[in-house]
């Protein structure tokens, strides 16, 4: 399977601190890629250099085969990049489908017909179980609720390619098993590849076929969900066991 994210000794400095250090993996069209680590192993750094609202210090991105360091991040956005946020940031005072709206127009799907991008954007909305919301102002939803807008209004703007940065955090059990079976559907049904950033294990061992864990800004493994639940390193450095 040909990469349609690829990343090369990948490095990120902020003045004397390293955030990230030589980190390289690859992730497949159509695969579900969980990035593991604890707070301030550099996992948000690293969506923020793959999404363009940062720049790295040294190494290289490349989308669907085109290096995207350098551009910004509405130019990759438009390549098919898009990506949540840890804190939701709707358009509060706009309506749920307008908050659609924009991504649908001006994203990778560019459907500059506001019919074309309305039916787009009702079709996602129903996706995610938010139909019934179209018409309400993006800030009278629950967390849940504006956790499925951020991936809403990514779905919206013809992604290929979602940063899903810790999209169960803060969520019941309940809501997290609904949520993650709303994105094995987006993902079965819409080809997505999904690159993952969670902080509840379960469901990052559950969604994902392939985990990439970093510490301290290095990559130290990368396997399946059983190698990453067996691997020493692992154990040792994030969960605390003695290895």
């Known amino acids: 399977m040909s990469a349609l994210l690829s ?12 955030a990230l250090h030589d980190v390289s993996f690859d992730v497949g069209a159509g695969q579900i890629v969980g990035v593991m680590g604890a707070n301030g192993a550099g996992k948000t750094t690293l969506f923020s250099l793959i999404a363009g609202n940062s720049r790295p210090s040294a190494g290289a991105i490349e989308f669907d085969g085109a290096p995207v360091v350098g551009l910004r991040p509405d130019q ?9 946020f840890q804190i939701v940031k709707p358009f509060p005072s706009l309506t749920v489908l307008e908050n ?15 019919a074309d991008a309305d039916a787009a954007s009702l079709q996602v909305l129903e996706e995610v179980g938010l139909a019934s919301f179209a018409e309400r102002p993006a800030s009278s939803l629950t967390l849940s ?11 919206a703007t013809g992604a290929r390619l979602l940063l899903l940065d810790e ?27 999904l ?10 061992m559950e969604l994902c076929g392939r985990i990439v864990v970093l510490h301290h800004g ?3 493994a990368e396997g399946t969900p059983a190698q990453i639940g067996d691997n020493e390193k692992v154990l040792s450095v994030y969960f ?3 290895a």
Do not use: D, N, S, Y
Request: charged share 20%; aromatic share 2%; hydrophobic share 45%.
């Open 145 to 155: 609720g504006q956790k499925r807008l951020e991936i809403a209004r990514c779905v």
């Open 218 to 220: 290095e990559l130290i």
């Open 100 to 114: 659609l709206r924009t991504g649908a127009m001006f994203g990778h799907a560019q459907l500059r017909r506001r």
């Open 76 to 84: 990759i956005c438009r390549l098919g990049v898009a990506r949540t």
């Open 7 to 18: 990343v090369r000794g990948l490095g990120k400095r902020f003045g004397g601190l390293t």
């Open 195 to 204: 690159l993952v950033i969670e902080h509840v294990m379960r469901a990052l």
């Open 240 to 242: 605390g066991a003695h």
């Open 167 to 193: 999209v169960m955090a803060g969520l019941t059990p309940t809501e997290v098993g609904q949520m993650l079976a709303t994105l094995r559907h987006l993902q079965a049904t819409r080809g997505l590849t």
